[in-house]
């Protein structure tokens, strides 16, 4: 409910480079969409953000395009509800490790209501950002649990959507 004010905001930003302008998740009638899947993967962006690997975020660029199309509205909700899976598995986090339900209610509600979420929620394409993040988390929780072939795959889905994610081997 913090965020449903963005619901009928507009393109900002990076948007704009990423799902307006981008000819590789469009398409055309000379190459469809999903043919350039293997340019996503090898680190295809946007001229103006070149310097960045984040295969996985770009090819989600491309899914979220081709479903949702132009239209910054269902993009809002994806974010929302990728913030509240953040918000989740960080209320599961905090039990995992405190073994209470209370402190990981108070923990969880901070985390989702704290204003430094704003623009990583706000913005549609800092959203895609915040994939990195959940799987950063899930990663870590199932390292907690000794799940670690989950905790690998998970980890490796994180450093391949978002570069801060490379931190997660210091705290396991």
């Known amino acids: 409910l913090a ?5 009928p905001n507009n393109f900002a930003w990076d948007d704009r480079d990423f799902l307006l302008n981008w000819p590789q998740i469009k398409g055309s009638e000379e190459l469809p969409a999903y043919l350039s899947l293997p340019y996503l993967l090898a680190g295809d962006v946007p001229t103006n953000h070149r310097g960045v690997y984040r295969p996985i975020r770009s090819v989600l660029y491309l899914v979220s395009y081709n479903f ?10 994806q974010s929302i509800i990728i913030h509240t899976l953040i918000v989740i598995v960080i209320y599961f986090l905090t039990m995992q490790i405190t073994q209470k339900r209370t402190l990981a209610f108070i923990v969880s509600i901070l985390f989702a209501t704290h204003p430094i979420h704003t623009e990583s929620v706000s913005y549609i394409t800092a959203s895609f950002d915040n994939l990195g ?20 795959i998970y980890g490796f889905l994180a ?5 801060i994610t490379l931190v997660l081997p210091l705290l396991i």
């Open 159 to 163: 450093f391949l959507t978002y570069e």
């Open 3 to 7: 965020y449903i004010n963005t619901l």
């Open 68 to 77: 949702f199309g132009e239209n910054p509205f269902p993009y809002h909700i």
């Open 133 to 152: 993040i959940l799987f950063f988390f899930l990663s870590f929780s199932f390292y907690i649990r000794e799940r670690i072939f989950a905790s690998v």
